[in-house]
């Protein structure tokens, strides 16, 4: 079929206004963090003054008969400051959650558009896989993360996102292309669609399992130096680990069904299930990780190791997808940078 070309270039237009759309949420999303680390501080140091408030309004009470305990008038202005710094903080979050949905609007368009340019599904080559991982990522946080206290972790996420997206969009280009003979089959959008979903479940558990292991060693209110102001707006360590637990749960069996998916395809293209080919081995590999994470989450003598287990699954993965589709030759090598 030949390649509508205006498409193609509608599609490589989409991806880079996401990509802008995406470093504008990313910009909204720091200072969004900045804000609420000084509303942090504000908040604490209102605890921390209010025994002696109390005591300054009870020895207060004797001289001009106040009511014992009234807060004194200041009290009221600084609870008014920080609830107006609270209601811009919450604008800036709500902004930067508009151009998140609006970023994923014009990704997942530029999905479309590539493969109506090319007439197939969008996943021949490892710049359109990079694409969807990406695209899948971002809708899987979007959707784990609509409550406000989840709005911290944007800085995290968005910075791999943009990193990958752009590596995707220099490094990994191909132009619109029929797929080579060896893709030409029903089982392609199958199994990429499953294994691509899985991957983007994945990268968003492990992200949340780094981010728990760093608030394991800066807790709430036990924060200090560096790390502990770069810590202070997440939430707490068992939060995040709740968070990292419930997406490595659908991570595990949706990266299993898409081995078992290839395994089938493997059978009809070469005549064999599986034939421990470097991408199907380091696949298998990172399955049994991510099967590992689960059980010892759920096993008390192994619980602090889990998040370590979860982040080498991913960072796997990540090897998986660069290493092995790059530099190893095998018969999953269609990076298509030849």
């Known amino acids: 079929m030949q390649v509508d070309q205006n498409l193609s270039n509608f599609s490589d237009i989409a991806v880079q206004t996401a990509f802008v759309v995406y470093a504008l949420a ?16 504000a908040m604490r ?58 970023g994923i609007a014009l990704h997942l368009a530029a999905i479309v558009l590539r493969g109506l340019a090319t007439g197939r599904f969008p996943f021949g080559n490892l710049y359109e ?29 968005l910075t791999p996102i943009l990193a990958l997206m752009f590596y995707g969009s220099t490094k990994l280009y191909a132009e619109s292309a029929p797929v080579v003979p060896a893709l030409q089959s029903h089982w392609l959008p199958i199994h990429v ?4 979903l899985g991957a983007s479940i994945g ?24 790390f502990g102001a770069l810590a202070r707006p997440l939430p707490s360590a068992k939060k995040l680990d709740r968070l990292a637990y419930r997406l490595g749960v659908v ?13 089938i395809w493997a059978e009809s293209a070469w005549g064999r299930y599986w034939g421990w080919d470097p991408k199907e081995t380091v696949s298998f590999a990172t399955w049994i990780l991510y099967a ?31 290493f092995i589709n790059m530099v190893v030759s095998g018969l999953h090598s269609y990076a298509g940078l030849n």
């Open 26 to 41: 990313l910009v909204l999303s720091l200072v969004y963090y900045g804000r609420m680390q000084s509303i942090i501080e």
């Open 45 to 102: 140091a209102r605890t921390a003054a209010a025994p002696q408030q109390r005591e300054l309004a009870t020895v207060g009470a004797s001289a001009d008969g106040a009511v014992l305990g009234d807060v004194p008038p200041t009290a009221s202005t600084a609870d008014d400051d920080l609830a107006k710094k609270q209601e811009n903080a919450d604008k800036l979050g709500g902004m930067t959650q508009m151009l998140l949905w609006l």
């Open 129 to 157: 896989y990079m694409l969807m991982v990406t695209a899948g990522a971002m809708v899987v946080a979007t959707i784990a993360m609509q409550r406000k206290e989840w709005r911290t972790l944007w800085p995290w996420l």
């Open 193 to 196: 669609t499953v294994v691509s």
């Open 203 to 226: 990268v968003v558990s492990g992200i949340a399992s780094l981010l728990s292991v760093l608030r394991e060693f800066q807790p709430k209110r036990g924060e200090s130096g560096f």
């Open 251 to 263: 991570a595990l069996p949706t990266l299993g069904l898409g081995i078992v998916l290839g395994a």
């Open 292 to 322: 590992a994470y689960l059980h010892a989450r759920a096993t008390p003598a192994f619980r602090k190791a889990a998040p370590y287990i979860n982040i080498a699954a991913m960072l796997l993965m990540v090897f998986n997808l660069f």
